[in-house]
């Protein structure tokens, strides 16, 4: 299994590489690093994620690994990585031209990527080292914090070709296992 802190920053690299959405949350004078940013859980109640979400400026994107599902998907797939992308858009008020949350995430989920290589989207690019393929059609839905403030997320699923051994490499589930192990 692909560590999640991996998988979630893989996904931030690839949004961040989009100079357009970049651009609409800010850039360059806010780094796409800050823009858009992956949780990370620790413990605590102020890293909450749902006092981070509350607390993300606008316009700003939040990358948070959800959970992973583990089965036999495909014949090839053990895993499957969900991370929910929240979204959080720029005042209008402050910005006569700013784009509406659902078309930052039409941006996240449409225009091309650059990292970790040129692909029309980010749902046809296969991040970590190919080991994480396209994703599964992700929703876009609507949530409200606990100001009243709208938002939006989507629940981004990856699946992850293979399994990854104990040492990181990758193979594909008990044909590999028998050969690494010398039986036929």
Not at 11 to 30: K, N
Not at 68 to 97: C, E, M, P, Q
Not at 158 to 173: K, L, M, W
Request: glycine share 8%.
């Amino acid at each position: 299994m692909l560590d999640p802190d991996v998988v979630a920053n893989s996904i931030a690299a690839a949004l961040q590489s989009i100079p357009e959405l970049v651009a609409e949350l800010g850039g360059p004078a806010i780094p796409a690093t800050e823009s858009i940013s992956v949780h990370s859980y620790y413990s605590g109640e102020e890293n909450s994620v749902a006092r981070v979400v509350s607390q993300m400026r606008a316009p700003s994107l939040l990358i948070a690994y959800w959970d992973y599902l583990g089965g036999n998907f495909d014949g090839t797939s053990v895993w499957k990585h969900r991370v929910n992308l929240y979204i959080r858009s720029r005042n209008k008020a402050s910005n006569g031209g700013a784009s509406s949350a659902p078309h930052l995430w039409w941006m996240c989920m449409n225009l091309p990527v650059t990292v970790p290589e040129g692909a029309p989207n980010l749902r046809y690019v296969s991040l970590c080292g190919g080991n994480l393929e396209i994703m599964d059609i992700p929703p876009l839905l609507h949530q409200t914090d606990e100001l009243g403030q709208d938002f939006f997320y989507s629940t981004m699923v990856f699946p992850e070709r293979g399994d990854a051994g104990p040492d990181g490499v990758d193979f594909y589930c008990m044909p590999a296992m028998a050969a690494a192990q010398g039986e036929s």
